[in-house]
């Protein structure tokens, strides 16, 4: 309530910006001619202002961040694209396109130095963050193209390819995982795949005409406001669940990957983020619901798909609603998901483990992570169709130009093994966000958010135990709260690249009280045409 | 004597043993694995280019361009003769793929992407000789987002003009390597092809031709059935145009083509196939769509000439 308070405050004073800018010209933000002394106050009390405003926008940028998510975000027209150099020569209709093509590039080099830990790896449990300093990158290219197939459908493909290295072989970590580009199973060894091939048909049923930019992943059209939309194809689900309204592309927001979208949102996809499936979506006017179906992988944390969308699936659903709160934009959602995998419950695996210790980490021949805690459960001992539920709600409101602030929580049972995403049982995560308009640079975006992952007791009391899951397991457990805190600056250049520099501190990684903090410090260079 | 002899007989057995073990690993370590490679020769031409192959050089007007889907199954791609000639392996019997291109076109020029996803590849693994040969394990669900060896070209139409007699071009690609060896869609190394084009339409006859290297720097000979560096491309294709109402027509008549490798090139380690096709397609200003089929056969199965094959292919073009 406080901070609301504060951010009011601050709004309020930010409010009086333009006639204050106008200063030398007599006007006195609706106040009379002071006297010397008081210009000298007011002069401090300027030099105060502009250093608040930068700083209330690196505070604002993090919510920005943790709105982002896997899509890519509309190309405004007064950046430089080909699509809007074909237009400006009148070679391409870019408001009611029938084709459209995109690229982006982007490498992200972070270093974490040592840190302490009392434990690593052991009684031979593999999946701690090792304490040594270590340098992590990865590199991204993609190509975004789209056609109009015929009235209504449009086709998108995404080419990309990635080279990566990340710390400690990706794992160690939860929700904090400090690069949403990571990618498990990646090499150094550049990989080209598609990420995505689908068909979307609109339907249109009246309401208002709204404009969609050109941009990746959208033709320059007009939608109904009242619509209806149905997605087939190979996608990622962030492309149309808990999407950001604030436009900021991921590939210029936050980096850690609690904030791409719910850290306990275990949506269904293969090792690279991307799944196979349906979506249906029903807008009418402020308001929309959509439903999806998706593959999730053969196997937790693997490339493989397994098709059988009858007996394997990912399930959401999510209500949005967008709103205006004294004419600034908002929004709020509630997704709620319910996955069907062959995957194991925590409560399971040690009960096997319990009823014989044979039945250990090192003795199961069935898909596992490689664990030699022979003192261990596994899951591998305990896969089987289960169900993994979870609920979460999300809000977004900007409270100024190009200012805006976001939260999201989810809440997942917390009794089966992450199959996709992270390990995170249940997650919160609050930010800021900003572009650079207030300071003059209206491309950069600068954000601070906080993000917090928890495990369910019987989550931790399988890692307490020895056992591993596809990420965290470091062979004994102090349970606490993850937490990071990503505080980033994106500066643009040249018309067509961002350079990002980004602080990460993550306390209890893994869930492990006993081990760091850590710090992560990144740089980012990324463009886009 | 009777001792004498059983002696001798332990001492042969005791020398036969000693030769086993020494020279078993060496004669198991001889039996080489042979590794894969692209093993699909049906080379597609650019997207809007008309043919599956050969290219019609219908380059014309302002900025247009054209989206192509194209999916196809082939029969015994790679079948490989044993050093006895009469023992065959169907290393690859069964390929099925899709492919996804796009291409821009402005004048004369056209520039253009395409980038290929297996679908499935299945065979026989065996040994020939001294080789073992490990048949691929492909299939959608196991490789969901494999696109392998992707090509950027760019084709030039140098004489002629659309609908004329004659057309002359030339092409070249880029071929990035994708994928793995182990599953037969790639070389694992860059590739490229330069091609002369010819084409032309006689009243109601079309026709087209290409000659061409495809710069291939993957050499795995003596591995039977292996590439053997770069290779002489060629082709040609006829058919004849039924033009029907609203500027619809259909095209039919066959396409040969083949590939043949410079450093064998006259020891027969050529594949030839022919593909008789169909295309169902509406052409002039505007948005246009072609609809392909075509169904062939090897006339020389070496390679990479399936022993039969059926391609499907969806082309939607224009300018503006």
Redesign the interface.
């Known amino acids: 309530m406080r901070l609301w308070s504060w951010l009011a405050a601050v709004v309020q004073h930010m409010n009086c910006r333009e006639p204050c800018a106008t200063m030398s010209n007599g006007y006195r933000c609706g106040v009379p001619e002071r006297s010397p002394g008081q210009a000298n106050l007011v002069r401090v009390l300027n030099i105060a202002r502009s250093t608040l405003r930068v700083v209330m926008g690196f505070l604002l940028a993090s919510s920005f961040a943790s709105a982002q998510n896997g899509a890519p975000a509309p190309r405004p027209s007064d950046e430089f694209s080909f699509m809007q150099l074909?237009a400006d020569k009148g070679?391409?209709d870019i408001e009611n396109e029938?084709?459209n093509?995109y690229g982006q590039f982007t490498y992200i080099s972070s270093w974490k130095p040592s840190f302490s830990a009392p434990y690593t790896n052991l009684n031979g449990s593999i999946n701690s963050l090792l304490p040594t300093a270590e340098r992590s990158f990865t590199g991204t290219a993609t190509?975004y193209?789209g056609?109009r197939?015929w009235k209504g459908a449009e086709?998108y493909?995404v080419?990309e390819l990635i080279s990566e290295q990340p710390f400690s072989q990706l794992r160690g970590l939860g929700g904090a995982i400090q690069n949403f580009e990571l990618q498990k199973g990646g090499t150094s060894v550049p990989?080209?795949?598609?990420?995505r091939?689908f068909v979307k048909q609109t339907v249109g049923l009246g309401g208002k005409s709204l404009v969609e930019e050109s941009g990746p992943l959208q033709l320059g059209t007009h939608y109904d406001s009242r619509r209806l939309v149905f997605v087939a194809g190979?996608f990622s689900i962030l492309d149309f669940f808990d999407t950001n309204a604030f436009d900021v592309d991921p590939r210029d927001g936050f980096l850690g990957l609690g904030f791409l979208t719910y850290g306990a949102y275990d949506f269904a996809s293969?090792a690279?983020g991307?799944s196979?499936g349906g979506v249906g979506e029903f807008f009418w006017d402020d308001w929309a619901v959509r439903v999806g179906r998706i593959t999730p992988p053969?196997d937790p944390n693997q490339?493989?798909?397994?098709?059988r969308l009858f007996k394997y699936y990912g399930d959401q659903i999510e209500l949005e609603h967008k709103h205006k709160i004294r004419e600034q934009e908002g929004m709020v959602r509630a997704l709620a998901f319910r996955n069907r995998e062959n995957m194991g419950r925590f409560s399971d695996a040690i009960a096997a483990f319990e009823a014989d210790a044979k039945e250990n980490a090192t003795t199961c021949t069935g898909f596992n992570y490689g664990s030699q805690n022979a003192g261990a459960p596994d899951l591998c001992w305990a896969r089987k169709p289960n169900v993994k539920k979870g609920i979460g709600v999300f809000a977004e409101q900007y409270i100024g130009h190009d200012l805006g602030v976001f939260g999201r929580a989810m809440y997942a049972d917390g009794q089966t093994e992450v199959y996709a995403y992270t390990s995170d049982d249940r997650s919160a995560t609050v930010g800021l966000l900003a572009k650079g308009s207030s300071w003059s640079r209206p491309k950069d975006v600068a954000g601070i958010g906080g993000n917090l992952g928890w495990i369910s007791s019987i989550h931790a009391k399988y890692l307490g135990m020895g056992g591993v899951d596809g990420f965290v397991g470091d062979g004994a457990i102090t349970a606490a709260a993850e937490k990071s805190l990503d505080l980033f600056y994106s500066a643009h250049f040249r018309g067509v690249y961002w350079l990002t520099g980004d602080y990460q501190h993550i306390t209890n990684p893994g869930f492990n009280a006993a081990r760091g903090p850590v710090n992560v410090f990144t740089v980012r260079i990324h463009g886009q045409f | 004597m009777a001792s004498f002899e059983s002696h001798r007989s332990c001492a042969y057995a005791l020398l036969a043993g000693f030769v086993l073990l020494a020279f078993g690993p060496s004669l198991a370590h001889a039996q080489q694995p042979a590794s894969g490679f692209a093993v699909e020769r049906l080379y597609q031409s650019a997207p809007g280019a008309g043919w599956f192959v050969m290219d019609d050089l219908d380059i014309s007007g302002r900025l247009g361009g054209a989206v192509s889907l194209t999916s196809g199954y082939a029969r015994n791609p790679l079948v490989i003769t044993g050093p006895d000639g009469k023992q065959k392996l169907a290393v690859v019997s069964e390929e099925a793929f899709v492919d996804f291109g796009a291409a821009i076109t402005h004048d004369r020029f056209r520039g253009y992407i395409d980038f290929p996803v297996p679908l499935l590849l299945s065979g026989t693994s065996g040994t020939l000789g001294q080789y073992q040969f490990t048949a691929p394990s492909v299939s959608f669900g196991s490789n969901p987002d494999t696109v392998s060896d992707p090509r950027i070209g760019f084709d030039l139409r140098l004489l002629g003009e659309p609908g004329g007699l004659l057309r002359l071009g030339a092409g070249a690609q880029l071929i990035f390597p994708s994928g793995s060896r182990a599953d037969y869609v790639t070389d694992d190394k860059y590739r490229a092809m330069f091609r002369f084009l010819a084409a032309g339409a006689a009243g109601a006859f079309r026709y087209a031709g290409q000659l061409g290297v495809h710069v291939r720097t993957l050499n795995d000979a003596p591995v039977p059935g292996s590439p053997d560096g770069s290779e002489f491309l060629y082709g040609i294709s006829g058919g004849r145009r039924f033009a029907g109402p609203n500027g619809w027509a259909v095209v039919a008549g066959p396409e040969i083509f083949g590939e043949t490798a410079f450093r064998a090139f006259f020891s027969g380690e050529t594949g030839t196939e022919a593909l008789l096709t169909g295309r169902f397609e509406h052409t002039g200003t505007g948005r246009n769509l072609r609809i392909k089929l075509g169904v062939g056969h090897a006339l020389v199965q070496n390679f990479g000439a399936a022993q039969w094959r059926i391609v499907f292919g969806v082309e939607m073009f224009g300018q503006k």
């Not at chain 1, 990989?191 to 990420?195: A, D, E, G, L």
């Open positions: 074909l070679l391409h029938s084709w093509a190509l193209l056609v197939l086709g493909l080419p990989q080209i795949y598609h990420s091939i190979n293969d690279r991307y196979y053969k490339l493989p798909v397994d098709f």
